[in-house]
C-alpha cells in the first residue's frame, strides 16, 4: 500500500477513535459538570500539575526519537527504549509520591494525597503505552491501535457517570481510569511483534537520551508554562475559577485538539520518509495543513460565535463565566492547530535544539504574562495567553519555513486565506445570531451552526473554488471513499 494511502488509512482511524473519545468525554462531563463542582474540577487540575512538571524529567521524546530512527535495527532500539523509559516512569512516579504531601499541605486540601497515588497510577501506565503505540505507527499499523483502544474509550466514560452517581464525588474523575489503563496496556503490546527480554541494552541508552535531551529541555518550559498559568490562576484567583477555566480550555480544544492528535500522529510517521527531497516534503506537509484548516477552522468559528448557548447547553448556568474565556482561546486554539504540526516537521529534521530555544524563551514571556493576566481574571489570563502564544507561533512557522528552504510568507500565502474566509462568516454570523428571538440555549447554538454550515458551503463554492479545488485533490489521494461526497457538496 501506498505511503499517501497508509497515511489517510491511519488518519480516518484515528480520526474515528479521537471523534469517539470526544463523544463520550462530552457525555461524560455533561453529567459529571453537574453533580460535581469547579473546584472539585480544579482539585484533580492542580493534582496533576505537580505531576505534570515532574514528568518532564526523563519521558519526553521517546515516541519522536523512535518515529525518526531510520537505522536498520529498530527491534533493538525499541527494546531499549522499552527499558529506559520503565526506569524513568518508575523513578518519576517515585519522586512524585514523594512530593505530593507537601503539595497538598500547600494548597490545604489533604484529598489531594489520595488523587496523588491514583493520577501516579495513571501516568505510570499511560507511559507504559508509549512503545507499542510508538511500534504500531512506525509501522502504519494505525487501525491495530484504535482497535485495541475504542471499547475502553466508551467504557472509561460511562464508569465515571456511574461513579459520580454511586457517589464517589471528585474521585469519580479519575478511579475509572486508573482501573482500565492496565488491560489496555496489556492489549496495546499483544498487537506487536516485539518480545521483551530481561536484557536491558543500556548501551543504547546514551543514544536515545543524546536525541531526546533537547525535546526534554523544551517540554520542561512547555509543561512549566502549560501549567504554569493554571498554578498561578489556582493561587490568585482560586481552585473554582481554575475549575472554570479548564472547562473553557478544554472546550476550545474540544475538536481540534483531537484533529491535531490524529495529524501529527500520522505526520510523525508519514514526513521522515521525504526529507531527503524538500520541495516534496513541503508539498506533502502544506497539501495535508490545508485541507486541515479548511475543516479544522471552521469547528472553531462556529464554537466562537455560539460560545454561551454551548456552554448553558453542556454544563449549565453555573459554568457561565467560562464563555469569555472560551472565545479568546478559541482564537489561541485556531492557530495552535494550523501549526501544530511544528514538532513534526522539526523532528524530521532532527532539528530539536531549534525547537528547544524558541520554547526557553517562550517560557518566561507566557508565565509573566499569565501573573500578570491573572490580575484580570478569566478573561484577562486568556487574552494575554493568547497574545504570547500567537507571537511564538509565528516563530515555530518561520522556523518550518526555514527548514524546508521556503520563505517565511509563503505558508501565510498558502493558508491565510482559509482564516479571512472563517473571519468573514463569524462576523456575518454573529450578527445574524443578535437578531434571533429569545430561545432554549440549545436551539440557538443548533441554528448558529447550521447557518454558518451553510454560508460556508456557497461562500466556498463561489469565491473560494480554487482552494477547494486543491483541497479536493488532497483528499481523493488520501480519502478515496470520501473524495465524490466533497465533490458533490462543493460544486467540483
Known amino acids: 500500500m501506498e505511503v499517501a494511502k497508509q497515511a489517510g488509512k491511519g488518519f480516518v482511524s484515528y480520526l474515528w477513535r479521537n471523534v469517539l473519545e470526544k463523544i463520550m468525554g462530552l457525555v461524560a462531563m455533561i453529567f459529571l459538570a453537574r453533580k460535581l463542582t469547579p473546584y472539585d474540577f480544579g482539585l484533580v487540575s492542580i493534582t496533576e500539575v505537580l505531576l505534570y512538571l515532574i514528568s518532564v524529567l526523563g519521558t519526553t521524546g521517546l515516541a519522536e526519537f523512535l518515529l525518526a530512527y531510520r537505522k536498520d535495527d529498530t527491534d533493538e532500539i525499541f527494546k531499549a ?41 495513571i501516568f505510570i501506565f499511560s507511559q507504559l503505552q508509549t512503545i507499542p503505540k510508538t511500534w504500531l505507527s512506525k509501522n502504519l499499523q494505525f487501525d491495530k491501535q484504535v482497535k485495541v483502544q475504542a471499547p475502553f474509550i466508551i467504557l472509561v466514560p460511562l464508569t465515571k457517570i456511574a461513579a459520580v452517581f454511586a457517589g464517589w464525588g471528585v474521585y469519580s474523575l479519575l478511579i475509572p481510569t486508573i482501573v482500565f489503563q492496565p488491560v489496555l496496556t496489556f492489549l496495546l503490546y499483544r498487537q506487536t511483534k516485539l ?65 491535531t492528535q490524529v495529524s501529527n500522529n500520522v505526520l510523525s510517521s508519514v514526513l521522515p520518509k521525504y526529507i531527503d527531497d524538500k520541495d516534496r516534503f513541503y508539498h506533502h506537509y502544506i497539501s495535508f495543513l490545508k485541507a486541515f484548516s479548511f475543516f479544522a477552522l471552521p469547528m472553531l468559528a462556529i464554537m466562537f460565535v455560539a460560545a454561551e448557548p454551548i456552554v448553558l447547553t453542556l454544563y449549565g ?12 482561546l478559541i482564537v489561541a486554539a485556531a492557530f495552535k492547530c494550523v501549526s501544530s504540526s511544528y514538532g513534526s516537521v522539526m523532528n524530521s529534521f532532527h532539528l530539536n535544539k531549534k525547537s528547544f530555544i524558541v520554547t526557553a524563551i517562550y517560557g518566561p514571556f507566557h508565565l509573566v504574562g499569565s501573573y500578570l493576566g491573572s490580575m484580570f481574571g478569566l478573561g484577562g489570563l486568556a487574552l494575554v495567553v493568547t497574545i ?42 454573529w450578527f445574524v445570531a443578535t437578531l434571533l428571538p429569545s430561545m432554549k440555549p440549545v436551539y440557538t447554538a443548533c441554528i448558529i451552526s447550521a447557518a454558518f454550515v451553510l454560508l460556508y458551503i456557497i461562500v466556498a463554492r463561489l469565491l473560494y473554488r480554487s482552494a477547494t479545488v486543491q483541497v479536493s485533490a488532497t483528499i481523493a489521494n488520501i480519502f478515496p471513499k470520501l473524495s465524490p461526497y466533497f465533490n458533490k457538496v462543493f460544486g467540483i
Not at 512530593?99 to 500547600?106: I, Y
Not at 536484557?199 to 543514544?207: A, I, P
Not at 473553557?248 to 474540544?254: I, K, M, N, S, Y
Not at 524546508?404 to 456575518?428: C, E, H, Q, R, T
Request: proline content about 2%; glycine content about 6%.
Open 195 to 259: 518480545k521483551i527480554s530481561f536484557q536491558l541494552f543500556t548501551n543504547r541508552w546514551r543514544e536515545i537520551y543524546h536525541f531526546t535531551k533537547h525535546l526534554i529541555g523544551a517540554t520542561i518550559f512547555t509543561r512549566i508554562t502549560d501549567y504554569g498559568d493554571k498554578f498561578i490562576l489556582a493561587r490568585f484567583v482560586g481552585i473554582d475559577k481554575l475549575g472554570v477555566y479548564n472547562i473553557a480550555f478544554q472546550l476550545a480544544e474540544l475538536f481540534t485538539g483531537q484533529l
Open 388 to 429: 504570547v502564544k500567537v507571537v511564538f507561533i509565528n516563530w515555530n512557522i518561520k522556523q518550518i519555513m526555514d527548514a524546508v528552504a521556503k520563505p517565511f510568507m509563503k505558508w501565510y500565502s498558502d493558508i491565510f486565506p482559509y482564516f479571512i474566509l472563517n473571519a468573514i462568516l463569524i462576523g456575518i454570523v
Open 317 to 328: 448556568s453555573k459554568w457561565i463565566e467560562a464563555v469569555l474565556p472560551l472565545r479568546i
Open 81 to 121: 527504549a522499552f527499558w529506559f523509559n520503565v526506569i524513568i516512569t518508575i523513578g518519576i512516579a517515585v519522586v512524585f509520591l514523594c512530593a505530593v504531601p507537601f503539595w497538598a499541605d500547600a494548597q490545604h486540601d489533604e484529598r489531594i494525597v489520595k488523587l496523588g497515588f491514583i493520577a501516579a497510577g
